[in-house]
């Protein structure tokens, strides 16, 4: 398994930076946005976040306008609380925290891992058997939209979460973690955040092949 920080593009740099006092545009066709609670895109070529408005959002989920440089995040949140990951699992997956995504870059047609990291998003490379147990442990990985979905799981009290989400709050937790984490293990603000992060997860997801979880 090898590690790598990743540069810090619009993904991560807006949910970390402090907001400049001006107000928020579509970065499409320069609309003023609410803020918070507007859709984000996913800039394929920057592998970055941009900021949307509803109209440009809702034209990019139209059935074949997303081939081009942007996707719209969907708002899609599944579980699976069947799933077939364990503690064995994760340790092959050698992740140094309790927390990783995975999707499918469709640049490089491969999934890519990452985690929060105190630096920021880290990406990793994990043995391709470890990489298998992942795909085989849940359906949740074959559903997983391009560049705009992941899977997030978490390794938590012996055992591991699994829960399809919108890619950008993925970069949403990496930035709060980052923002947050104090000393080796994150102190207790971090680890309250990350409660209250996956509390909402939770809450959103509805439960695969069922009602909510």
């Known amino acids: ?39 984000h895109l996913v800039d394929t070529e920057n ?8 109209p440009c959002a809702r034209l990019l989920e139209v059935s074949g306008a997303s081939a081009g ?14 799933h077939g990951l364990d503690e064995a699992a994760w ?21 890519v891992a990452l985690y929060p990291s105190p630096a920021g998003a880290t990406e990793s490379e994990p043995e391709p058997e470890a990489w298998q147990s992942v795909l ?21 009290r012996g055992r591991v979460e699994c829960h399809l989400v919108p890619i950008d709050i993925c970069y949403e937790l990496v930035g709060r973690m980052r923002l947050r984490w104090q000393g080796f293990d994150g102190g207790a603000e971090a680890r309250a955040d990350l409660e209250e992060f996956f509390g909402h997860v939770r809450e959103r ?4 092949g069922g009602g909510p979880s």
């Open 47 to 54: 592998r970055s976040l941009a900021c949307a408005c509803d």
């Open 1 to 39: 398994m090898s590690t790598r920080q990743l540069p810090e593009r619009g993904g991560l740099f807006r949910f970390t930076a402090p907001r400049p006092p001006r107000e928020e545009r579509c970065e499409l066709c320069a609309a003023a946005l609410p803020d918070p609670g507007h859709r």
């Open 91 to 111: 340790e092959r997956l050698r992740i140094p925290v309790g927390v990783a995504f995975f999707f499918r870059n469709s640049a490089l047609d491969r999934l």
């Open 136 to 156: 085989d442990a849940s359906p949740l990985a074959g559903l997983l939209e391009p560049d705009v979905e992941a899977l997030l799981l978490r390794r938590h």
């Open 69 to 82: 440089r942007f996707r719209a995040v969907p708002g899609r949140y599944l579980s699976d609380p069947g």
């Open 205 to 208: 997801a509805r439960a695969l």
